[in-house]
């Protein structure tokens, strides 16, 4: 079983930074890629960035494009995810997801792919 446990959530002012840590536990945390998505209230979660196990090959939403940087230290069994140029917009329940096989950049972007979930933390960006 895969344990999955966000952090580093919080509020904060439109423009602000904000960086969310996901630590796994439970397989060897090296071996498939992973996945933040996101879910607004009354919206359908959304993907936001993906990496591959190296981190070399990384994946992102236009909306978050030049802004968000998704990154993993595979010594600690970590997935970052770096937030600059906070919009209101961004404001969601922030979730981790890894897969548990192979997978192609578009599969990567569908969050029915993911086996494993962490629990989500909240960002709030006020304007």
């Known amino acids: 079983q895969v344990q999955l446990v966000e952090s580093g959530g919080g509020l904060v002012q439109a423009g602000a930074s904000l960086r969310l840590s996901c630590a796994a536990s439970g397989r060897t945390f090296s071996t498939y890629a992973m996945g933040w998505f996101r879910q607004a209230p009354g919206k359908e979660r959304e993907f936001a960035a993906a990496t591959r196990w190296s981190g070399l090959s990384t994946y992102y939403a236009d909306s978050v494009k030049g802004r968000f940087t998704i990154s993993r230290d595979n010594a600690k069994n970590t997935v970052y995810l770096q937030m600059n140029s906070l919009k209101p917009e961004d404001t969601a329940v922030y979730y981790c997801?890894?897969?548990?096989?192979?997978?192609?950049?578009?599969?990567?972007?569908?969050?029915?792919?993911?086996?494993?979930w962490g629990q989500g933390t909240q960002v709030a960006v006020s304007s």
């Open positions: 997801a890894t897969v548990n096989r192979v997978l192609g950049e578009q599969a990567l972007r569908r969050p029915y792919e993911y086996a494993y």
